[in-house]
């Protein structure tokens, strides 16, 4: 017998059968492949409109004790996004303000290992006064290479660059463009060399964020070891500049 007469009989003979053989019917039949085909949209659907819909970090500032109102913030990843020149459609401008930390007053390396008793290893964590969560957040993504700038008070600033967290500003800026910052008095410097710009007093930073840490230190920026973005980066430094 062909297969389509074999399905018109079985469709014949519960044309007319009760509720109760219907259902069995389509229990026994189709039910399991209902529920696989459920399971398979279920996981299919949301990882094809990731796929679809997700956009790449073109640039990871984090920006650590600071507060904004959501119309500056919205402008400012929007103002850069256009003269930067990536594609909204599938790169993004990401500003992290979701991180308060707060840290002891800078002792030396074999201080903090005694009170920590890590046997002269020297963590970022031994200074760490609160915001132990959000630094392991920092920690973690840092890792990865997420994070291409960090924007934050002198004293915080002070405790990422004795952990060598910033390139030195030599490998990013010509010797015009340090001396010029210098001039200015715009550089911070750890052990000798330039690692921070100081941004305290650049339009983009006053117009539109409020540090909200301790006490009232300068505002300093620094360019990650590992970032993928150098370039970038120092293009939004410049866009808050006014440049």
């Not at 039949?29 to 459920?38: C, D, E, G, P, S």
Request: with cysteine.
């Amino acid at each position: 017998m062909a297969v389509m007469d074999e399905f018109q009989e079985e469709r014949d003979k519960i044309k007319d059968a009760s509720f109760k053989a219907k259902w069995k019917y389509f229990k026994d039949y189709y039910l399991m492949w209902v529920i696989v085909a459920v399971v398979i949209l279920a996981i299919a659907v949301p990882i094809l409109v990731s796929m679809f819909t997700h956009k790449k970090d073109a640039l990871y500032v984090c920006m650590i004790n600071f507060v904004e109102n959501d119309s500056a913030q919205s402008d400012v990843k929007d103002r850069f996004t256009a003269v930067s020149g990536i594609n909204p459609r599938k790169e993004r401008i990401v500003i992290d303000t979701s991180m308060f930390i707060a840290v002891q007053p800078e002792v030396s390396a074999d201080e903090a290992s005694a009170v920590s008793g890590n046997d002269g290893e020297y963590s970022v964590m031994d200074t760490v006064k609160y915001g132990y969560e959000d630094q392991q957040k920092l920690s973690a993504i840092m890792f990865t290479g997420s994070v291409d700038i960090i924007i934050t008070g002198e004293d915080v600033f002070q405790s990422f660059a004795a952990m060598d967290y910033f390139v030195p500003l030599d490998e990013v800026y010509s010797e015009e463009e340090l001396k010029a910052y210098a001039d200015a008095d715009m550089l911070l410097y750890r052990d000798g060399t330039a690692v921070g710009v100081y941004v305290d007093d650049m339009p983009g930073m006053k117009n539109n964020y409020v540090y909200d840490g301790e006490g009232n230190p300068r505002i300093a920026a620094g360019y990650i070891v590992n970032s993928a973005h150098g370039e970038l980066a120092s293009e939004f430094i410049d866009f808050l500049e006014g440049k």
